[in-house]
Each structure stands twice: as structure tokens, then as C-alpha cells.
């Protein structure tokens, strides 16, 4: 487990490195939108939906602005959040992500990227690496399986923002390796913002 690490951000990283971030967000979910308009898909929910899933996160400029997003919740509401993220302590666990509260993500506008993407059939094209297709999700596959596959490519959302993470890793000067589920990093962050 990681100890607390706590961030003192200043008005300009959050104009700078948090601004670029909600521009790689907003493409992400045009992208995500115009897929899934392709197929006519809308995710309503499931047994197996992301906010259930054993996902990991690995970027500084995500956690941050995650708990940026946390900041903003109540005293009671984010207390409540603390008591569910510490029952989740084992990394294998798969249960409820602590920011879902009646089936709604608490901090829905500063979820991380998976939580964006999650779900539709997609593609990725690193360079040195030879391109990679996905499947949708449990639900995609029994609503759209019979349709044409049309694959949404994370490439540049996936540069994009492995750009912002080392300018981001430079600028606090930071080099551990983050692999984290959403409790984790609840327990892991504090940010201060001005
Ligand atoms: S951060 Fe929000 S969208 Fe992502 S898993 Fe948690 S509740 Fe769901």
C-alpha cells in the first residue's frame, strides 16, 4: 500500500494541467458518443457495469484531478466515501467503486479515463507494438453483437494523454509508478487547491 501523499496545486496547474486534461476528457466522450450513436447504444447500467469492475489507474494528472472532484464533495458525503474506500483494501476486490452512490458516480465530471471508455468495442495503435481490437463489454455484446463491428480508437486519446502525464510527472516531480483502483487512490491523494 502507498503512503499519503498530499499535493499543494496552485492556481496554474490547475489552468494549465487540469484544463488540458478536460479537453482530453471532452474528446474522449465525443469519441465515446459518436460510437456509440453508431450502434445505438446507451449504457444504462448492469450487474457488471465499470463502477463495479476491478479497474486500474495509472496517472498522476488523473488521481489529481479526481480528488479535485472529491474535494468538492460534502463533509458527511465524502465520510462516507472514506468508510466504503477502506473496507475495499484488498487490490483483488471486486465490489462497488466508493464514488457510486445510488448507482450514480459521485464525481462524474472528473472520472478517470476508463471510466469514459469503458464499455464500447475499440482499438489501439502504439508505435513498436502491433495494433490491438477489443470487445465491448458484457452488456455491448448482448444488445449489438449482431451489428457491424465499428471500433472506437483510443490511440490518440491514449497519447494525448501520456503527453500530459510527463509534463505533469515533470512539473511536481514525480516517479513512482502508479497502479491503483479507485479506493487506493482515495487513500493515497490529498490535494490542496487554492
Ligand atoms: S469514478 Fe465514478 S464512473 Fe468511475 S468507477 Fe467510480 S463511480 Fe464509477
Redesign the pocket.
Known amino acids: 500500500m502507498h503512503g499519503l501523499t498530499h499535493f499543494q496545486l496552485t492556481t496554474s496547474d490547475c489552468i494549465g494541467l487540469f484544463d488540458r486534461l478536460s479537453r482530453i476528457y471532452a474528446d474522449m466522450d465525443r469519441a465515446y458518443q459518436q460510437t456509440a450513436e453508431f450502434y445505438g447504444f446507451e449504457c444504462h447500467g448492469c450487474s457488471d457495469n465499470?463502477?463495479r469492475s476491478l479497474?486500474y489507474h495509472h496517472t498522476l494528472i488523473e488521481c489529481l484531478y479526481?480528488m479535485k472532484g472529491v474535494q468538492e464533495l460534502s463533509h458527511d458525503r465524502l465520510g462516507n466515501v472514506m468508510s466504503q474506500a477502506i473496507l475495499l483494501p484488498d487490490e483483488n476486490h471486486r465490489g462497488m467503486?466508493p464514488?457510486?452512490a445510488e448507482e450514480k458516480?459521485?464525481?462524474?465530471d472528473f472520472?478517470?479515463m476508463i471510466?469514459r471508455l469503458h464499455g464500447l468495442p475499440h482499438e489501439i495503435s502504439l508505435a513498436n507494438r502491433p495494433p490491438t481490437q477489443h470487445p465491448g463489454c458484457g452488456e455491448f455484446d448482448r444488445l449489438c453483437s449482431s451489428q457491424p463491428r465499428h471500433f472506437l480508437d483510443r490511440t490518440p486519446h491514449y497519447l494525448a494523454l501520456a503527453r500530459l502525464e510527463q509534463d505533469t510527472r515533470k512539473h511536481f516531480v514525480y516517479s513512482q509508478r502508479i497502479k491503483m483502483t479507485?479506493a487506493q487512490i482515495l487513500m493515497t491523494f490529498t490535494v490542496e487547491i487554492p
Open positions: 465499470c463502477c479497474f479526481l467503486c464514488l457510486n458516480c459521485l464525481v462524474y472520472r478517470p471510466c479507485i
